[in-house]
């Protein structure tokens, strides 16, 4: 499958997969995967690729949300409700910028991890509103 970062399907795939935020489960064809090599194939535009990767980085980036939340004060099920927004941006953000990864220095999951997910769009629908990659 290919896409256009612009285009929503990545967003509904990643909404579809919500209810395993947080959790340590990997899917079976991810493991032992590379998360550079696949985000090198996302920013050609393989979606499978980027599932691969949101599915061995889901449970980091949902951690440091709901931890963000928490330190914030929130009440434990609006903590997770935010944490979850909050990790769905990161992966927007991620998505439309998986190209930016390689120039890093970083390791895909540390680059993944210092994406501003306030970048995104508010409605994260409309994956077309997401700002430049920085």
């Known amino acids: 499958m290919t896409f256009s970062p ?3 399907p990545v967003v509904a795939q990643l909404a579809a997969r919500l209810p395993r935020l947080g959790t340590r489960a990997k899917v079976p064809d991810a493991a032992g995967a590379d998360p ?19 599915d061995l980085t889901n449970s980091h980036a949902f951690c440091l949300a709901l931890a963000r939340a928490r ?3 929130m009440a434990e099920e609006r903590a997770h409700a935010a944490a979850e927004e909050e990790t769905l941006r990161r992966f927007v953000h991620a998505f439309r ?6 120039t890093s220095g970083l390791s895909a999951l540390a680059w993944l991890l210092t994406l501003d997910p306030r970048v995104a769009p508010a409605d994260t629908r409309d994956v077309g509103k997401v700002a ?3």
């Not at 550079?36 to 990767?53: C, I, N, P, S, V």
């Not at 910028?97 to 390689?102: L, T, V």
Request: charged content about 15%.
């Open 6 to 8: 612009h285009s929503t």
């Open 36 to 54: 550079a090599q696949l985000l090198l194939r996302a920013a050609e535009g393989d979606t499978a690729a980027f599932m691969k990767f949101y």
């Open 71 to 73: 330190l914030v004060g």
């Open 97 to 102: 910028c998986a190209g930016e990864h390689a």
């Open 132 to 134: 430049a990659c920085a």
